[in-house]
């Protein structure tokens, strides 16, 4: 492949730089035009990397309207050092870059652009170069077939009134308590084995729901992803994401890095849309997944590798709804709808029913290559959509720092609980199916009992629950384990070490709590909080 060009720029880079991990995904990405360019071997042959096997580097993709910025950039000595242009097109361009280069250009691409990451990250000169050029699947032949009609309001109506603003902040809360969720840190691993344990709680006496931790190569937070069969179309799947790492700008990537907007909004937000569909007895006629990704920061890591086993399982995904930040209202419309690298069938499906359910008003916006998780969908040919919190331009200036904080927002989640309801119905009319007599599973008989297995700093909070029982039954909590943990119970909202039912007060990690539920939608929450670091073992029994 031709070197079309070197930039060298001398400078001082800002900050410490992170080391990026690799993953082994084989990207596909859209192409605008490649009439003046040849075409590349077959999928399966390896190109020699043009710079000889021991160059190092990453190899990125990254969009060709970027590249004037970068230059810039580099001229003011804010990227330092040597970035060589390997291929371009219309699109995107291949980039080698160096490990210690990468957190300047998402700063860079953040600052000027407006573009959380803005690149894709591939884990070679053969997977890059056969992004740019492997020509789009602009259309699954499945998603063809794809009617978007809207006739299921009753399910919608229902599901919509159950959804909860208190519960998104609470979920919004816990997530950005975390010191930082970046891909690489205890604590992001952390906060997906709490993702885990949340949405597993939903599934209690649903027999068509699973929820599952999806490892990835390279760094050790996983993905999650909740899947709920269809009733009739197993076959036919929904895709609804948000991701779940954060970062930040400072000087090291274990800094505070809250992500209260993002992502943790979108987070809350698919997940208090969950709670409402497993726990109103809804049965999807298709199969609707709910992922929370891994490392969206570092070049799409956890979508990219999502996105390509469904592709190469040829997994009929219709549909896929992306929510990166649900919570900052920065312009005067409601939702923004991101008009490029989505779906404008799907797009309008989405503004029809914001149209029929809502009386939230809408805008257009877009938010370039490689901007979100989306991308690796679309990338690979599936139908996808971005609703956003508002335009890009208007974006939270906050985040991708430690004052990416709730109270950017007021405090609370009224902003988010649009793209909740957007979210919920979605899932009703393009799944269809129904609650009441096609509710797939009967209420449990008795208690049941959950446990969750997990790691504290100290001074760290672990938070766990909602978990719903009958009013006037017991709620149990047990945490046995190494260290010192604490035991923390609360009906209602999340405790606090000042605010609680249950506080054992014990030496150790080996205390219990025995309470009942109040009267009222008073779900319990628990917190285990280190004394010192401490690993733990949590078991609670409820009635449902």
């Known amino acids: 492949m031709k070197n079309l060009a070197t930039v060298i720029a001398l400078g001082t880079c800002l900050g410490a730089c992170a080391p990026l991990a690799t993953s082994d995904t084989n990207d596909i990405s859209d192409t605008s035009d490649t009439s003046d360019t040849p075409d590349l071997p077959a999928d399966e042959a390896v190109l020699d990397d043009p710079a000889g096997p021991d160059a190092g580097g990453t190899w990125i993709t990254i969009g060709t309207d970027a590249i004037e910025v970068i230059h810039e950039a580099m001229a003011r000595g804010e990227i330092t050092g040597e970035l060589e242009t390997y291929d371009t097109n219309a699109e995107a361009t291949v980039l080698r870059v160096s490990e210690e280069q990468i957190p300047a250009i998402t700063r860079v691409m953040h600052d000027e652009l407006h573009r959380c990451g803005g690149y894709v990250a591939h884990d070679s000169f053969t997977q890059a170069t056969r992004a740019l050029r492997a020509p789009l699947r602009r259309e699954t032949p499945q998603s063809a077939l794809v009617s978007y009609t809207i006739n299921n309001a009753a399910t919608v109506n229902t599901l919509l009134a159950a959804v909860e603003e208190p519960r998104i902040r609470s979920t919004i809360s816990t ?63 929904i895709v609804l994401g948000a991701h779940l790492d954060s970062t930040t700008f400072a000087s090291s990537p274990t800094a505070a890095a809250p992500g209260a907007d993002d992502d943790a909004s979108g987070i809350a937000t698919l997940t208090e849309v969950a709670r409402v569909i497993l726990q109103s007895g809804y049965r999807p006629a298709r199969t609707v997944k709910f992922i929370g990704y891994a490392a969206e920061e570092v070049g799409l890591r956890g979508s990219g590798d999502i996105a390509a086993q469904h592709l190469s399982a040829g997994i009929n995904v219709i549909g896929v709804l992306q929510l990166d930040m649900t919570n900052y209202k920065g312009s005067a419309q409601d939702i923004a709808l991101v008009t490029d690298n989505t779906n404008a069938a799907q797009n309008q499906f989405l503004r029809d029913l914001i149209t029929r359910y809502t009386n ?67 899932v009703a009319e393009l799944a269809k199916g129904s609650t009441g007599s096609t509710n797939p599973d009967p209420e449990p008989s008795g ?37 010192d943990a604490d035991l923390y119970v609360r009906f209602g909202a999340q405790p606090t070490t000042s605010t609680y039912q249950c506080r054992p007060y014990l030496n150790g990690s080996n205390e219990s709590c025995a309470l009942q539920f109040p009267a009222g939608n008073s779900p319990a929450y628990v917190m285990v909080r280190g004394y010192t670091s401490a690993t733990y073992t949590l078991t609670v029994t409820y009635q449902p």
């Open 175 to 237: 997530l950005s308590s975390y010191t930082t969720r970046y891909y690489t840190s205890q604590s992001g691993v952390n906060a997906a084995s709490w993702l885990r344990d949340t949405w597993q709680g939903f599934t209690a006496g649903r027999s068509d729901a699973s929820v599952a931790l999806r490892q990835h190569s390279g760094y050790p937070q996983p993905s999650v992803i909740l899947t709920i069969e269809g009733a009739q179309t197993p076959g036919e799947v």
């Open 360 to 426: 939230y008003t809408t805008v257009n916006t877009t938010c370039g290559y490689g901007c979100s998780d989306h991308a690796s969908w679309h990338s690979r040919g599936f139908v996808v959509s971005l609703p956003f919190e508002s335009r890009v331009s208007d974006g939270n200036p906050h985040i991708h720092t430690s004052a990416d904080t709730l109270a950017q927002s007021g405090g609370n989640a009224n902003h988010a609980l649009k793209f909740a309801k957007l979210a919920a119905a979605y």
């Open 447 to 483: 208690p049941i009992t959950q446990t969750f297995t997990g790691t504290v700093g100290q001074n760290q909070n672990v938070y766990h629950g909602p978990f719903a029982g009958q009013p006037g039954t017991s709620f149990t909590a047990s945490l046995t384990g190494t260290g």
